[in-house]
C-alpha cells in the first residue's frame, strides 16, 4: 500500500480496520490519530503515515473513480472498491 508508506501494508490496514471496527470507507475516513495509536503495536509515527496516506488515497481513488466505475465491496469487513462489470 504505497499511499501510507513502509511499514502499512495489507496486514497492518487490516489489524487498524478490525481493531477500530472500520466496515465502510466513511469509517476509515473519520479515524482520528489517538485512535489509530490505541490499536495494539500502532505508533504516533504509524498514525501519521496512515493519517497523510488517506489523503493521497482519497485523490488518487476519486481520479481513477471517474474514469473507471467502482462500486464497493465487503470484504471480512473491510470495505474494497471493485471493477463494475
Do not use: W
Not at 20 to 47: G, P
Amino acid at each position: 500500500m504505497p499511499h501510507f508508506g513502509r511499514g502499512v501494508g495489507r496486514r497492518k490496514m487490516k489489524a487498524l480496520c478490525e481493531g477500530l471496527d472500520i466496515k465502510t470507507l466513511d469509517d476509515f475516513n473519520a479515524i482520528t490519530e489517538e485512535q489509530i495509536v490505541s490499536v495494539d503495536k500502532f505508533s504516533y509515527k504509524t498514525a501519521a503515515k496512515v493519517l497523510a496516506g488517506m489523503a493521497e488515497h482519497a485523490e488518487l481513488f476519486n481520479k481513477i473513480q471517474s474514469i473507471i466505475g467502482f462500486k464497493q465491496q465487503v470484504t471480512s469487513g473491510i470495505v474494497l472498491p471493485v471493477r463494475r462489470s
